[in-house]
């Protein structure tokens, strides 16, 4: 009379305890005369060194890419990758796409149908005809 | 520009010690050319706050004029492994200090030391085997104490399996790769501090070879517990199919070196990072929390791990030996009995009360389901209030403790 185990490997749940932020790299590019680089570049001067700063868990590479428009590379955990274009933005337009990639989740972006998705089972159960009482059966 | 932008001529003139005080001997930046020249600016305030080294009165010489040619405590000559780029200067390891939420007491020198896996640095005061051995400890003492006090009830085989579970190697492998761990292609000198380093097992290796590896890749006969995997037909047809490329590299391999895969460096990482929270950030308390808000948060369904050989039978001797009635499974309700799609509800009584139920498409499926029902509902008893977990008391002995409920265990016969 013997109970086995059954081999079973434990699910992340990101954010139940622990937060990992998903972006783990993002990498600036530039290009030294360009015009299309003018924002990009007063980005890098100005505001970059806080946006490390506000963000530790990010890695942070800024290299030029010249004679090519200016992008900003997001690196996912998920290994994928995202890269935005950023020609010709301001400042603050550079840096809301900078936010941008650090916020996503490195995902293809995809339609969210259900208002819940959970490892968890329902709380409420699964109706059974065999077990509602009187009138209720028929009600779901 | 890097996050921690320090210069390289800084850096130099700031003594680094591993973890455990032995100095890291820097022989390939070292040069006299930099020691003339760096020995003005001894000042190096580093930029991040987890500088693994305090700073020395200026009067100590920190840069040697010759470089040494052996390193004290070392056996070996060979600097294999400790990379020319300072744990300090990393930005994928500042990041990954970052990402984890580390305190700033944890420097990033025992990180870096982390990741250094056994098989990549023999040198035990560089890699992380200690670590490694007393994070697993530490997750084990979490674990198996959450478990337990969780369901009191869990036969001997399903916290094992829990726990294998919650800390195995592929558990473990995959907390690791959840904070973006990458492992570098191969360890070496030039490999940034932010990588996990291991020598990779070569191609077409048998996994039996491999230290820690489970299960076998190679097909065993029937009935045979101990495989001869030295001459058998089986092992040398699979043998037969790898490429002369495959060949040569796992011949490459010496038989004495160790070589390990991707998921048991990355467990072995995450055991070590564990034993750095522990060693740096607060002691027991900070690791309660760390392995809790990291491994023990993550979904496992330990009502799924139950495989019962006889649930009837074993019911049957629990209701023995708990002084209830013997159990009697009654039919509840029934449709289609005669019809391709029966379906039967049965529930299983001692007594007058109801231990469990079952939905079956035939009475005697039914009745184990029922059976089963009822042995889940014992074992995964857990305290409706929540018994207090004992290391509750190990920063804070005078906090009140509840002690657990401590079961006599599962049925045996």
Known sequence: ?140 | MRRVSRSTWDSLTVPRRCVCGHPIRLNDLLSSSFSTSSSSSSSSSSLSPASPSPSRPSSIPTIRSKPQTTRPFSTTPSLAVIPSLLPTQSAKLAALHGRLELPNKYPLATLGRALIDPTAESEHHLNNDGLSNLGNVLLGYYTSEYLMVQYPRLPYEILKTAMNGYIGPEALAAVGTGWGVEAAFAPGETVDPGLLQFNRVAPGTPMYKVQGGVGFNIPRKRNKMVPNFENNPSVDAALADETPGMKAAREAQRSGQDATTLHLAMASFVRATVAGVYLHAGGLPATKEFVHAHVLSRKLDINRLFQFEQPTRELSRLCVREGFQQPIARLEKETGRYSRHAVFIVGVYSGEEKLGEGQGSSLPEAKIKAAISALKGWYLYSPVTGADLPSKTDGHPGLPFSPAVVDVGDVVS
């Open chain 1, 1 to 140: 009379m013997v109970v086995r185990g059954l081999q079973a490997v434990s699910k992340a749940q990101n954010g139940v305890g622990a937060f990992i932020l998903q972006c783990k790299r993002l990498e600036f590019n530039y290009c030294e005369m360009s015009g299309s680089s003018r924002g990009m570049k007063a980005f890098l001067k100005t505001r970059l060194a806080t946006f490390a700063k506000e963000n530790p868990g990010v890695e942070i590479v800024v290299s030029p890419r010249p004679k090519k428009h200016p992008i900003i590379r997001g690196s996912y955990i998920n290994k994928r990758e995202k890269v935005v274009c950023v020609r010709n933005l301001e400042v603050l337009q550079v840096l809301q796409k900078a936010e941008l990639l650090r916020d996503a989740s490195g995902d293809k972006i995809k339609k969210i149908n259900k208002p819940v998705q959970s490892l968890n089972d329902s709380v409420r159960g699964i109706w059974s005809p065999y077990h509602a009482k009187g009138e209720d059966v028929y009600k779901v």
